[in-house]
């Protein structure tokens, strides 16, 4: 009974004998383009999940990306974040979406041993000259405030789309937000998205009251929310929208606002930006999975005095995007009408912003080299090299105002933000307005329904050397080391982001959530495969073979 197991005395032919045994002819690829049918053009970048190519299609001219799904499991098939990838982009049709335009399939030639080898699919999406994070990588891409607001609006304009068409894109964040040099944004990376059942978001009413749970295991660290980190399951629209007030901080500092090197201190760096949680700014937080045994500080959120150099409106926006309270956070419909984008300076149209070099994953090299002159820039900054002196993780962070500009090794420039060394990476605001720092816009009335900048400033200390701590059901939460994705901050190291996403083969598994809950051993199990991910994955060891080798980036 070889390749097959016995149940109830039927044999069970394997996955590997199923898929074998259901190859489809090649005839029977309707639909699909043939790779044939596009000119390769070169590589665009490598994710856990697919090779992407520049191409250009031979019938239209028009150029593309294909992204090509890599079996990482040959005998599971076809991978199922792939198929629903493919099905909601299928879905979906909105200028501020990237759309899926065509697949395309590759037969390769027989193998030596005269073997049929697996048809290769391609995703065929419109070709974009960047990806927000690979921009702001750029030394010499410098944004302005009508610019932030143009890539602001078109942000919340698909994120209001994908909500109100009950999609959770739970991956927000710059590296999957694509730009053309026509200022056009979209939305892409739909491998972690999902239908979403609860209500949809309405003007004034928050994300959406949810009706079911899903797995809390999901959204790139850097990027997600405190109530996510806090393994709320009944999770809504929300959790998208953190995302967004992340990409918005980023896209005003240039570079990650909230670089947590652990889940742990990931928390902790968020308290120390928003506040500690109370019953107030976040109620029934101390009731969720993740919660139980932390005892975060008190101390008062910072954020409007980390932003105030961008203006009261800006922080305002900001404020509500990045609430703790998930059910008070601001939703797109609502986030859109912001006086910020009403006050002047007012939003560029795309058709008006500047174009620049193309930057995806396979161009930042060249950014890199240029980095390379900085100082050294705190681990869990993107912007430079990580200090690797023995003060722990975040070790700039730690001491500084949380965007690694501690005055101390890790900085970027000191806390008095007197102008920087000429060879140094500004921030976006300075390096557009040059230094000191841009005065505020003028004043804007924010006080209907708009809180204006009022919070405590407070020099942050972060206590990462905290005792594990048990949450519900054992699960650690509170130390470092039990969290899976350390970043390395080497020049090789692979896109910054994805040192801090889940690993997309675990992600199936976490899927099942609804399945595994029910039999009550999912908490277990996710842990698990997250902690053993790490290290034995065969993905993950490819990976690293990748990093060490420079000629394979
Ligand atoms: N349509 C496109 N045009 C230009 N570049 C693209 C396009 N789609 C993807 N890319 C580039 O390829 C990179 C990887 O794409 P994508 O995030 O969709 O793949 P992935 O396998 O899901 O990656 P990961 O798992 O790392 O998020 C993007 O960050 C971007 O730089």
Known sequence: MSGGELREGV???????????????????????????????????????????????????????????IMHNEKDGFPITALREIKLLKLLSHKNVLQLEDMAVEHPPRAGNGKRTRPIMYMVTPYMDHDLSGLLDNPSVKFTEPQIKCYMLQLLEGVRYLHANHILHRDMKAANLLINNKGILQIADFGLARHYEGEVPKPGRGGGEARREYTSLVVTRWYRPPELLMQLKQYTTAIDMWG???????????????????????????????????????????????????????????????????????????????????????????????????TAP?????????????????????????????????????????????????????????????????????????????????PAWHRERGLPPRPPPPAADYSNGWEPAGDHAEASFRDRDRPAVRGRGGAVVGRPDV?????????????????????????????????????????????????????????????????????RR
């Open 244 to 342: 967004v007030g992340c990409v918005f901080g980023e896209m005003l500092v240039g570079k990650p606002i909230l670089a947590g090197s652990s889940d742990a201190n990931q928390l902790d760096i968020i308290f120390d930006l928003c506040g500690n949680p109370t019953d107030e700014n976040m109620p029934g937080w101390r009731s969720l999975p993740g919660a139980e045994g932390l005892q975060p500080r008190t101390r008062h959120a910072n954020l409007s005095h980390r932003f105030s150099q961008y203006g009261a409106g800006a922080v305002s926006l900001l404020k509500e995007l990045l609430k703790l309270d998930w059910r008070a956070r601001v939703n797109a419909i609502d986030a859109l009408q912001h006086p910020y984008f009403r």
């Open 483 to 551: 969290d899976t994705y350390i970043p390395s901050y080497d020049r090789d190291a692979p896109r910054r982001d994805d040192r801090h996403r889940p690993p997309r083969e675990d992600w199936e598994d976490r899927r099942h959530d609804w399945a595994n809950r029910r039999r009550g051993e999912f908490d277990e199990r996710s842990r698990n495969s997250r902690t053993r991910s790490r290290s034995r994955s065969p993905i993950r060891e490819r990976e690293r073979d990748r990093e060490r080798d420079p000629y």
């Open 346 to 426: 007012y939003p560029s149209a795309p058709g008006d912003l500047p174009t620049f070099e193309e930057s995806h994953e396979f161009d930042r090299r060249k950014f890199q080299d240029r980095r390379n002159a900085l100082p050294p820039a705190p681990k869990g900054g993107t912007v430079g090299r990580g200090v690797i002196d023995g003060t722990g993780p975040n070790s700039g962070f730690n001491n500084g105002d949380g965007y690694g500009r501690s005055g101390v090794s890790g900085g970027r420039f000191p806390r008095n933000r007197g102008p920087p060394p000429d060879n140094e990476r500004v």
């Open 11 to 69: 044999a069970t032919p394997s996955p590997q004998a199923m898929a074998i045994a259901h190859q489809r002819p090649k005839s029977s690829y309707v639909g699909c383009s043939k790779i044939s049918d596009y000119e390769i053009l070169g590589k665009l970048g490598e994710g856990t999940f697919g090779e992407v190519y520049r191409a250009r299609s031979k019938k239209t001219g028009a150029v593309v990306a294909l992204k090509k799904i």
